[in-house]
């Protein structure tokens, strides 16, 4: 179910944080592969800065959808 315009239900929340941690995720798996060594502490840190904006932009656009998939536009008056 969406969520209307400017409301954020628990399922988009729970959609913008599994964003964010497969974003790290992904950005790991991708070092080791490049390098073949585990990151370190400080590079996993670093990875964590773009997982939380992927997660946050994921969670503000659903902020401005409304429950029809439209963007930026308020929910349709019911007549």
């Known amino acids: ?3 209307e315009f400017l409301k954020i239900n628990w399922l988009d929340l729970g959609k913008g ?3 964010a941690v497969l ?3 992904l950005q790991g798996v991708i070092d080791i592969l490049q390098t073949g060594l ?3 502490l400080q590079q996993i840190y670093a990875f964590l800065g773009p ?3 992927a997660g946050l ?3 503000l656009k659903n902020l401005f959808t409304n429950s029809q998939n439209e963007l930026g536009k308020a929910e ?3 007549i």
Do not use: D, E, R
């Open 17 to 19: 944080v599994l964003v």
């Open 23 to 25: 974003t790290v995720v």
């Open 51 to 53: 997982g939380l904006a």
């Open 57 to 59: 932009a994921y969670i």
């Open 1 to 3: 179910m969406q969520s």
């Open 76 to 78: 349709a008056k019911i």
């Open 38 to 40: 585990l990151p370190t």
